[in-house]
Nanobody, 118 residues
Framework: QVQLVDSGGGSVQPGGSLRLSCAASGSIFSIYPMDWYRQAPGQQRELVATITSTGHTNYADSVKGRFTISRDNAKNTVYLQMNSLKPEDTAVYYC????????????WGQGTQVTVSS
């Protein structure tokens, strides 16, 4: 079945780093933009970062300069390198691809928990 599997979350102290990975089930996703979202307790899900099929990136202001999204199309995988983590980065992080703009269903990873605390 078509699916996204995200991983790499964990618990770190403020200032620490984590790298999240999202593996797609097929090469079809290589031609579409892919995204990372996050949802903190009691808050709406927000878009964190986007990367196009050719590597153009965009970031939420809250993470710009600290997070880097990248992709390896040969491995059908997208990454989110998170540096200088802050407690407010604590959330469940989800990878995402698709939507009506792309004539594609929306696909979501199962979510991976990131906790930043001292």
């Amino acid at each position: 079945q078509v699916q996204l599997v995200d991983s790499g979350g964990g618990s770190v102290q403020p200032g620490g780093s984590l790298r999240l990975s999202c593996a797609a089930s097929g090469s079809i996703f290589s031609i579409y933009p892919m995204d990372w979202y996050r949802q903190a307790p009691g808050q709406q899900r927000e878009l964190v970062a986007t990367i196009t099929s050719t590597g153009h990136t965009n970031y939420a202001d809250s993470v710009k300069g600290r997070f880097t999204i990248s992709r390896d199309n040969a491995k059908n995988t997208v990454y989110l390198q998170m540096n200088s983590l802050k407690p407010e980065d604590t959330a469940v992080y989800y990878c995402h691809v698709g939507g009506s703009r792309w004539a594609l269903p929306e696909y979501w990873g199962q979510g991976t928990q990131v906790t930043v605390s001292s």
